[in-house]
């Protein structure tokens, strides 16, 4: 089945220590997504890829950063977690980015835990 | 104001219970209206969308978008035990998609 995978599902890491989280989909989709989630809120958009652009949003912290080497993977980089970056972190991706009805198809997310 | 304002609950109702989630907006060049539901420790899955204004049925769920009020609803029909999850509604602007905050909701046996 095509589908979109995140590993690892758990992650724990303490503060300050650099962690990446890794996503992988089998759709062929050009879009993907990376998202946070805390708990009981909406996810917000931390950023995207279209292909291989980069759109950062406005208000994601320089902490965060991303890589796209191919259409398949996408890894998102933390810097430097803060005990304010524990939360679930989920990738998605979609066809054709904003068109109309594309559907966004998420992973099952990583939840990262930060000491 | 939020730009999508979403109840969080939590919703508890009986089995076979007739469920009505609700969202309203604030900006009425909204087009694409979509409803996601996420179990526990999963991804978003998408349940169903809408273009425009009316309603739309897919075996229990109906989406339901009314413009002129800027409210969008979701309504499961014999709910059962696991329908329980949290459901998002969303709305596309763009690439992105705007977000409620989600509506937890528990159906009890």
């Known amino acids: 089945d095509a589908m979109v995978i995140q590993n690892p599902r758990y992650q724990v890491t303490q503060f300050g220590k650099p962690v990446t989280l890794s996503c992988s989909q089998t759709l062929n989709h050009n879009v993907m997504y990376w998202y946070q989630q805390k708990s009981s809120q909406a996810p917000k958009l931390l950023f995207h890829y279209y292909d291989k652009d980069f759109n950062n949003e406005a208000d994601t912290p320089d902490n965060f950063q991303s890589r796209r080497p191919n259409t398949s993977f996408c890894f998102l980089d933390i810097r430097s977690p803060g005990l304010g970056d524990a939360a679930m972190y989920l990738c998605?991706?979609?066809?054709?980015?904003?068109?109309?009805?594309?559907?966004?198809?998420f992973g099952p997310g990583t939840r990262l835990t930060v000491l | 104001q939020k730009e999508v304002e979403q109840d969080p609950g939590p919703l508890s109702v009986p089995e076979g219970a007739i469920v009505s989630l609700n969202c309203t907006y604030s900006?009425?060049?909204?087009?694409?209206f979509m409803w996601y539901r996420q179990y526990s420790r999963k991804g978003p899955e998408l349940l169903m969308y809408t273009y425009s204004s009316g309603n739309k049925e897919d075996g229990r769920f109906t989406a339901q978008v009314d413009k002129s009020s800027k409210y969008i609803s979701l309504f499961i029909r014999d709910s059962q035990p696991s329908d329980s999850a949290t459901y998002l509604c969303?709305?596309?602007?763009?690439?992105?998609?705007?977000w409620g905050a989600g509506t937890k909701l528990i159906i009890k046996p």
């Open positions: 900006n009425s060049a909204f087009q694409y």
């Open positions: 969303a709305i596309r602007a763009d690439y992105q998609l705007i």
């Open positions: 998605a991706t979609s066809r054709d980015g904003g068109q109309g009805s594309d559907e966004q198809f």
